[in-house]
């Protein structure tokens, strides 16, 4: 059974046009990772929460932004997404023991047009 | 600040044959190392991992690795090839001595097993 979901698969969405991902998981884990990842290169963290506490990485682009309303759910939100900004972007999520692995989602291919 | 380097961009091998995909690393503190593995549209799917502990892990898919602390390498390796293996590989690591490091990864190293 799938732990990590993310929502939808594939999005295209216009240039310029807010979109937003979706993930959720089961495995009530404390952390959540949204992270960005072009064209088979290293994915490219771009913010985590744990719990509540939101976490930016400083290169983060204020064009990204995001909720976690609960432990579930955790949603990235992109105000004006530009041609850049076609990627795979995968979610995850682990516990906040620095030894355990993260759980990834299938990713969101999302394009921009 | 730490780092992961991952040599080589392909690794070719044929069926049947044993495989090796390099991994190296640095970090201030002990290291927490892991291989991920990302078919092609999928996420990242975990392999197996370094705590502490023996050197040599076994994680899934008959895949192991060797931790090898002299060299701060982590190599992946498997002794015999599957067609069915070929796919993008991840090394990553966090520093154990940081609680609120995050995961940093390689670049990737793309396994082409060839029947």
């Known amino acids: 059974d799938a732990m990590v979901i993310q929502n939808p698969r594939y999005q295209v969405t216009q240039f310029g046009k807010p979109v937003t991902l979706s993930c959720s998981q089961t495995l009530n884990h404390n952390v959540m990772y949204w992270y960005q990842q072009k064209s088979s290169q290293a994915p490219k963290l771009l913010f985590h929460y744990y719990d509540k506490d939101f976490n930016n990485e400083a290169d983060t682009p204020d064009n990204f932004q995001s909720r976690r309303p609960n432990t579930s759910f955790c949603f990235l939100d992109i105000r004006s997404p530009g041609l850049g900004d076609t990627a795979m972007y995968l979610c995850?999520?682990?516990?906040?023991?620095?030894?355990?692995?993260?759980?990834f989602g299938q990713g969101t291919r999302l394009t921009v047009v | 600040a730490q780092s992961v380097a991952q040599p080589e961009d392909q690794v070719n091998v044929a069926e049947g044959n044993p495989l090796t995909v390099k991994c190296t690393y640095s970090?201030?503190?002990?290291?927490?190392l892991f291989w991920y593995v990302q078919y092609p549209n999928r996420g990242l799917q975990f392999l197996l991992k370094?705590?502490?502990?023996?050197?040599l892990v076994k994680g899934s898919y008959g895949f192991e690795a060797e931790f090898n602390k002299s060299q701060t390498s982590f190599h992946l390796k498997k002794p015999s090839a599957l067609v069915s293996d070929s796919a993008l590989y991840f090394c990553a690591v966090r520093d154990g001595g940081n609680a609120g490091n995050m995961l940093t990864f390689g670049g990737g190293t793309r396994l082409m097993v060839k029947p």
């Open positions: 970090v201030s503190g002990n290291p927490y």
């Open positions: 995850a999520t682990s516990r906040v023991e620095g030894s355990t692995e993260a759980f």
């Open positions: 370094y705590i502490t502990g023996d050197n």
